[in-house]
């Protein structure tokens, strides 16, 4: 079968929101929705039409899906997860719920397709938001698990336009079996790491604040959900860590799932109920 049709840039070089002011937003992060959790998947859709529904903005901060080949999955038949997900955020967006979604490492390939047929639209990674009377930074977060050369050095290869264009030329076969194999090679890797290693680095996160004049941050990826307080150059300052997803855990009480509701003051994370 033939790789997707070039009919957009790589997604690495799409426009994404750098500054955006957001009023009743929602977020998460870290679903992974893929065919293997159909639980995850029903919740998900389940929060589309209920909780979403009744807030003005849905922002995902990476990793919707457990992985992406390229657009081209929406046109596949088999392929029900996506055209789910799909129809949900549409769902929202013809109702009046501005959808945001960003780049995670999972899904980075998420293009100007999808973007049209959701109807959302596109952060930058990271973006500078203001919610309400408060001011802060977006992010996926794991442009900063610096302890951890090998995986950045595998992020700059993987965002690299060149190596995009490659992966989204070739057939679907191969694309499918190289995210497998890199799958695979990542779980295994995690074992042999130090869970402090696949974190954010304290440091880097400072800097970063730092240089976009913010105090608070909100990111997903490291799977270790937790509202960090702190001092940054003599004033307070605050990290939230979204949730991540799994209802489909076998251990009913590791199943998991929530969102951070931005429009509550103050913030609340809320869990929901499988």
Not at 41 to 62: K, S
Not at 231 to 246: K, Y
């Amino acid at each position: 079968m033939r790789g997707a049709a070039p009919t957009d840039p790589p997604p690495v070089l799409l426009a994404g929101l750098a500054q955006v002011e957001l009023r009743d937003p929602l977020l998460v992060s870290d679903l992974h929705l893929n065919a293997a959790s159909p639980a995850t998947l029903a919740r998900f859709l389940r929060f589309c039409a209920e909780q979403a529904a009744a807030h003005a903005e849905l922002a995902i901060l990476g990793d919707l899906f457990e992985y992406w080949i390229g657009d081209d999955t929406l046109d596949d038949a088999m392929d029900a997860v996506s055209r789910a997900v799909a129809a949900a955020l549409r769902a929202l967006a013809d109702r009046g719920v501005r959808v945001y979604v960003m780049h995670g490492n999972r899904d980075l390939l998420l293009g100007g397709r999808f973007l049209r047929e959701t109807g959302a639209q596109l952060l930058a990674d990271p973006c500078l938001v203001a919610i309400g009377g408060r001011q802060a930074m977006l992010a996926h977060g794991d442009a900063w698990c610096t302890q951890d050369p090998e995986y950045m050095r595998f992020r700059a290869t993987v965002r690299a336009e060149a190596t995009q264009r490659q992966f989204l030329a070739s057939p679907r076969e191969a694309r499918l079996a190289f995210m497998g194999a890199a799958r695979a090679r990542s779980e295994a890797g995690k074992q042999a790491k130090a869970m402090e290693i696949m974190d954010v680095t304290p440091a880097a996160v400072d800097e970063a604040l730092r240089a976009c004049g913010r105090r608070v941050l909100v990111h997903g990826h490291t799977h270790r959900p937790a509202v960090h307080r702190f001092t940054l150059d003599g004033a307070p300052a605050e990290r939230w860590v979204l949730p991540d997803w799994d209802f489909d855990d076998p251990e009913p009480r590791r199943r998991r799932g929530g969102y951070l509701a931005g429009g509550a003051d103050p913030w609340q994370v809320v869990a929901l109920a499988p």
